[in-house]
Every structure is written in C-alpha cells, then in structure tokens.
C-alpha cells in the first residue's frame, strides 16, 4: 500500500517512533493483537489521536479485534526506516555527549553516532562507547559524506558557526541541545530539545496542573 507521507500530519510522524516501540515490545512477548486502549494506556496517548493517526496508514482496528501487531509492526518498519542505518555524527563530548555515545540509541535500528568530534586535546584520538573522537578543526576534512545528521551539545555561543560547517558538509538534520536558535536554510531540518525549558515546564505542570 503506498502512502504519500506529504500528507501526514507532522504530530501524526513524531509519534509514530513512540507506536513502533511499544509495538516492538508486545510482538517479543508473542501478543498477536492490541487494541487503541492498550495502546492508549502504555504510551499516553488518548485512544481516539491513536486511531485518527493509524488511519493515515489504512490501519482501521476492528471492534473486539483490535490491530494486527504484525501488521503495524511491518508497516512502521518501513514507514521509519528501520531497513536503512542513518548515520549521525556528535559535537562536544562533554558530560551529556559522553552520555549520548555510551547509549548511542541501541534500541533503535535505523540510527547510530559513527563519529564525535571536541577540542579537548585530552579526548580527541580516544573511544567513547565504540565511538572514535576526531579534532573539531578537521572535520571538513574528516566528515564522511554518508553521515547526514548531528547532535549538536556545544556551548551556545558556538552552535551557529559549527552548524554553518555542518551544512556545507552536506548535514540535513540537526538535534540541538543548546540553547541557541540556530538560523539554517530552508531544507535542513533542526530539532531544538533545551533541557533547562523542559524542566522549568515540567515544573509549572507539576504545580499548577496536578494528575488525580
């Protein structure tokens, strides 16, 4: 079945990585079907956003029935890219990127930190988690073209300018986790996570909008 994922909405695709966990999950324990509520109650969504978002993907549950786990399962695989590794490459291995090449997204098929890059004389040359760590001045020079994503945890300060080299080097997408706004061209995409925000959100939540 093809599906034109220009038409899906993007809230639909950022949950779809979330959907394809769980589904993981219950297809190991030999689960054969789930219903939305499941679905619901595992990964918080309400049931009636599940349905609406498996309907772009021609997967309707049947009442009593449920979806098919194989079928989802299958279907997200491809959706995701799960069949085709994704190369990325980490700026700054301080406390949190040494962190990030320690996990270097096991659990996820498709994506894996190939290289990292720093300043520090001290770590440059070194291997964090199976991951080699090259001089920041040599990356126009040491980027292999099939990486295509960063993480960028560097100082703000710094971030426009790394990402101005990445770009030329032919970087597509960016997860930033400074606290920059980072200006690119149009077809690159950024994804902004400010740890600081989501925290001083979580707290607000937290006081002003208890769970029962």
Known sequence: MYIDQS???QATAKRLPLYYRFLKNIHASGKQRVSSKELSEAVKVDSATIRRDFSYFGALGKKGYGYNVNYLLSFFRKTLDQDELTKV?????GNLGTAFLHYNFIKNNNTQITLAYDIDKDKVG???GDVPIFNLDELEESLPEDVTAAIL???SQVAQSITDRLISKGIKGILNFTP???TV???IRVHHIDLAVEL???VYFMKHYPIE
């Open 153 to 155: 945890t560097v100082p």
């Open 200 to 202: 001083q959100s979580l």
């Open 89 to 93: 490459t980490l700026i700054g291995v």
């Open 185 to 187: 061209p149009e077809h």
């Open 7 to 9: 038409k899906i909405p």
């Open 180 to 182: 920059a706004r980072l």
């Open 126 to 128: 070194k291997v964090v």
